[in-house]
């Protein structure tokens, strides 16, 4: 099973097991990412679920489709790293995905 480290503003590191299929967002409700408040519930509708994706993995990553962008003008402090975390969903190539949490969310 995929891992994803969530690193929040504070500094604090956790590392979970993600099942392939599933969105980082979702993952982070689950285990209470702090930070992460999803407020749309991952209908990429707000920008409440924002992170930043650790410069290593941008590019597997890869870029947000023109709808996420459009929601990424609600965010806070929107980086070239930015994604709404509940359109990333977890694969097998995704292992090991660090994501750092916005100081605060829009």
Not at 28 to 31: E, G, P, R, T
Not at 47 to 67: F, I, L, Q, R, S
């Given at each position: 099973m995929p891992k994803?480290?969530?690193i929040t503003a504070d500094g604090t590191s956790t590392?979970?097991?993600?099942?392939e299929g599933s969105?980082?967002?979702e993952n982070?409700?689950?285990?209470m990412i702090q930070g992460i408040e999803a407020e749309c519930g991952g209908a990429c509708a707000?920008?409440?679920?924002?992170?930043?994706?650790?410069?290593?993995?941008?590019?597997?990553?890869?870029?947000?489709?023109?709808?996420?962008?459009?929601m990424l003008d609600f965010a806070y402090d929107v980086k070239p790293t930015s994604r709404l975390s509940c359109q990333v969903k977890m694969t097998a190539a995704l292992d090991g995905l660090v994501v750092h949490v916005p100081e605060r969310q829009a």
């Open positions: 994803i480290t969530y590392e979970i097991d993600a099942p969105t980082v967002m982070a409700i689950k285990n707000c920008a409440t679920c924002h992170v930043y994706v650790d410069e290593a993995w941008k590019d597997k990553v890869g870029e947000p489709d023109p709808m996420e962008e459009d």
